[in-house]
């Protein structure tokens, strides 16, 4: 446990932004999961939109440190690479 006023503080910080980043990971799941429904269904127009929802949310993410900007790079290329996989 902290003892200085400055530590206390700190772990306060750190619970309050790691609470903000899980539920900000959350919805990238959610939203993933929206995206993979909508390729099954060979539904385009919903998967594009998707597509750039991710890629949008992603560069947030990576913005403010949630992700490595490499970590970011990666995971957008893996869901283009899927978009254009299933429709060729």
Do not use: G, V, W
């Not at 200085?4 to 539920?23: E, G, V």
């Not at 919805?27 to 995206?35: A, G, H, P, Y």
């Not at 127009?45 to 970011?72: G, P, Q, V």
């Amino acid at each position: 446990m902290p003892i200085t006023k400055s530590a206390k503080k700190a772990l306060r910080q750190t619970k309050k932004r790691t609470l903000r980043n899980l539920a900000k990971k959350r919805e990238l799941i959610s939203l993933r999961k929206k995206f993979k429904k909508a390729l099954e269904s060979k539904n385009k127009e919903e998967a594009e939109k998707l597509l750039f929802l991710l890629y949008k949310k992603i560069d947030k993410m990576a913005k403010t440190n949630i992700f490595k900007k490499n970590t970011a790079a990666r995971r957008k290329s893996y869901f283009a690479r899927l978009f254009f996989k299933t429709f060729k």
